[in-house]
């Protein structure tokens, strides 16, 4: 199993309505993701790494939202 690290980008392995996502906490086996569309705790065992093309889309987003609103997302 993976450990998910913060700064991790991961997938939802059951569903994809979150979107991709980027670990932003931990706590014990529960991640703290904020995927595209929502922010979630998610169990370990329930995320994937994100591919190539999932984080790019992460990263894409994040850096519109800093643009836009600023601040660390």
């Known amino acids: 199993m993976e450990a998910h ?21 931990t706590d014990g086996d529960w991640r703290r993701v904020r995927f595209v569309y ?4 998610v169990a370990v065992g329930d995320l994937r790494a994100a591919s190539a093309r999932e984080e790019e889309e992460v990263c894409a987003w994040l850096m519109e ?4 609103h600023g601040g660390n997302w």
């Not at 690290?5 to 996502?21: I, K, L």
């Not at 929502?38 to 705790?41: D, E, G, K, M």
């Not at 939202?65 to 836009?68: F, G, L, S």
């Open 5 to 25: 690290d913060v700064g991790t980008y991961v997938v939802h392995t059951g569903t994809d309505v979150y979107g991709p996502g980027k670990v932003i906490g």
């Open 38 to 41: 929502f922010v979630a705790s």
């Open 65 to 68: 939202k800093a643009a836009r």
